[in-house]
């Protein structure tokens, strides 16, 4: 069981480096500094109970999932500002109005995407994903720790039970044999 204090030196050393991040993620400083205070008090509320060992990679877990809160409130968010701000009213003189004909996609979003692009998107993520599910079983770990869960070098190394050189040599096996597999599958990153 974490102490107080323990908790409290724990917040104290994780916080620039969450901030970080958070802002690297978001790309606002505002949102990012919320991420994070929010992140910190879900760790304090739910799980200050747990020992000092285990808050590191709760806490990181926490982190992504704010952020990922974060993402799909803003996707929600946009969608209806976009929704909205997209309709111009009824021109003077005009009776034969149709919302749904002012309405124009913004340009880059999923709502302007083509069928056929989100097709193609859907495929290669779907190739991507068999490509690292037949990676070697140690390879994959390092490889989604370190960069689908933004562990670094030594927390990766801890939850997998090795060196740290032995992350690095993991991950990087992985990162070629990935890059080889989808260029020859016609897929450039």
Known sequence: MATDKELSDFLENVERRAFKQAVYAVRKDESALDIVQDAMIKL???YGDKPAAELPMLFQRI????????FRREKVRNTWVSLFSGMGGPKEGSEDFDILESYEAEQGS???E????????????????????????????????????????????????????????????ATHTLAESLKAKGIKL
């Open 114 to 173: 083509s069928s056929a692009d989100k097709v193609e998107r859907a495929q290669t993520l779907q190739l991507i994903d068999d490509e690292v599910q037949k990676l070697p079983a140690r390879q994959r770990e390092a490889f989604l720790m370190r960069y689908w869960q933004d562990m670094d070098v030594a927390e990766t190394a801890e939850a997998m039970g090795c060196s740290e050189g032995s992350v690095k040599t993991h991950c990087s096996r």
């Open 63 to 70: 982190l992504q999932t704010t952020i990922l809160d974060y």
């Open 110 to 112: 999923e709502a302007s």
């Open 44 to 46: 304090a509320e739910k």
